[in-house]
């Protein structure tokens, strides 16, 4: 059963434009999100996250929208440059788990075209 | 900042043989330190979560006979993979969470290859 869900698997964006990438979820006890962006031959490296208790969370051209009662989130990247072609990860984490447990989605490949 | 080095980056080993990844927090405590393994497909299995001066925690298909886990204090952690098949295959990650109980930084991974 998979806990966390992304989409699209794969998203090819012009540099300049905003990518959008989804993420949704089943367990409602996932209370805290965090996105990774890894690069081939690297691990996972934290990029931006948010607690159910907020609905946006920004950081430079990066931006999370949460929406709780849909169990939906996404990222936005904007002016999005060849450097952030990455593969991206949502994850959560579930106060039923004392927050110990990290589940993540399967990840969005996203290309940036110069 | 906090920083997580995972070393040895890359390691083929024969297939039967035994190979040791260690993880080493910078820049903070860590209170717990989770090893994932992530496939070529990229998706991400739980090894185990290991907590000082707590019982190490492995997942179901993982055991501490064929991943054993030495966690002796806030900064540092190693796993070794028994007797690696080809189906051990993968990127070794060692996951570190600070304090806040929450932020989970990971290592470069450790590449395992079985030839």
């Known amino acids: 059963q998979q806990q966390v869900r992304q989409s699209p698997q794969s998203l090819t964006v012009w540099e300049g434009e905003t990518a959008i990438l989804n993420c949704s979820y089943e367990?409602?006890?996932?209370?805290?999100f965090p996105w990774y962006q890894q690069f081939p031959g690297e691990g996972p490296a934290l990029l931006i996250s948010?607690?159910?208790?907020?609905d946006k969370k920004e950081d430079g051209r990066f931006t999370i929208f949460f929406n709780k009662r849909e169990k939906k989130l996404s990222l936005h990247i904007t002016d999005s440059q060849p450097g952030d072609s990455a593969t991206y990860f949502c994850?959560?984490?579930?106060?039923?788990?004392?927050?110990?447990?990290?589940?993540f989605g399967a990840g969005t490949k996203l290309t940036i075209k110069p | 900042g906090a920083l997580v080095y995972q070393y040895p980056r890359r390691t083929i080993c024969k297939s039967g043989t035994s190979m040791r990844m260690e993880c080493q927090a910078v820049?903070?405590?860590?209170?717990?330190v989770a090893w994932y393994r992530q496939s070529p497909q990229k998706t991400f299995e739980l090894i185990a979560l290991?907590?000082?001066?707590?019982?190490?925690?492995?997942e179901q298909n993982f055991t501490q006979e064929k991943f054993p886990i030495s966690h002796p204090n806030l900064s540092f952690s190693s796993m070794t993979v028994l007797n690696a098949y080809l189906e051990d295959r993968g990127l070794y990650l060692c996951?570190?969470?600070?304090?806040?109980?929450?932020?989970?930084?990971f290592g470069e991974g450790s590449r395992l290859i079985v030839v």
């Open positions: 367990d409602s006890t996932f209370n805290y």
């Open positions: 996951g570190a969470r600070d304090t806040s109980g929450n932020t989970l930084y």
């Open positions: 994850a959560a984490l579930s106060a039923n788990y004392g927050n110990e447990k990290i589940t």
């Open positions: 820049g903070f405590q860590a209170t717990s």
């Open positions: 948010i607690r159910s208790v907020s």
């Open positions: 290991s907590t000082v001066n707590s019982a190490i925690k492995y």
